[in-house]
């Protein structure tokens, strides 16, 4: 597979789970990389480090990818540490499952700005850079945007504006070689569903029977997806949003 060793990434979200993952693997295949995270500073700390040790490049930046001056900053302070970013993965997410009866104005606002607005923001920032010769995005959508499950109304919502939005942001940036992609990973074991008491349960269990390959996802299946889409080995993908589920859809 290609290098990325002239690339400048940031992956938002890095500080655990499939974000951590993806920054870790970007960074093996030769990318500088900036660390986001937005409160778990030890985290991503803890990243950087396994990349630095290795003898990769990274940096962890604090930013709310929700908060337009947190986003100019993220960029700011990636761009004076490696340079222009020609490599965006969107893979910050926040999600609750919960009876649509029970979506409050605040949880709206939390899932849409997060999922949903801070990839816009981003997206924003990296095309205004005038100094890049072409770039890739990836964002991270989900599964259940084919299964449509029952209490993931306002998740399932956001992550398939997403996916919409990876579609039209490619047609508009194509002519710039700037490619706009997104992986709709399965579900998956990470601090995000341990946290809300997915692993081990009967929700789990029945995942994993509906999953030809027979296991939930870990982290280190997405990275190297995203190393092939963000490389020029994947120089004619754009518009495109592939199922890395296991088999399950
Ligand atoms: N796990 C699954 O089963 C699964 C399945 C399909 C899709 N996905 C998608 O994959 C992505 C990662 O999921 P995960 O399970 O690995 O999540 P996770 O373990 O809950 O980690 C979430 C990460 O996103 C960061 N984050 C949340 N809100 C943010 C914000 N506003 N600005 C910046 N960073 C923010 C967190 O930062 P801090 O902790 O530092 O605050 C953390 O690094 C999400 O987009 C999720 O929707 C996950």
Known sequence: MSRLNTRTAIVTGASKGIGAAIARTLADAGAAVAVNYRSDAAGAERVVADIVAKGGRAVAIQADVAVPDDVTRLFEQ????FGPVD???NNAGVATFA???AITADEFQRQIGTNLYGPVLTTQALAAQDDIDGASIVNVSTAGTLQHPAYGSLYVATKSALEAFTIVAAK???PRGIRVNGIAPGPSV???THAMGWVGSELEAASVAGTPLGRSGEPGDYGPVVAFLVSDDARWITGDVVLVSGGQR
């Open 99 to 101: 009876p649509l009866t």
């Open 87 to 89: 490599v965006l993965v």
């Open 78 to 81: 990636t761009r004076a540490a």
């Open 190 to 192: 990470t601090e995000g």
């Open 172 to 174: 508009e940036l194509g």
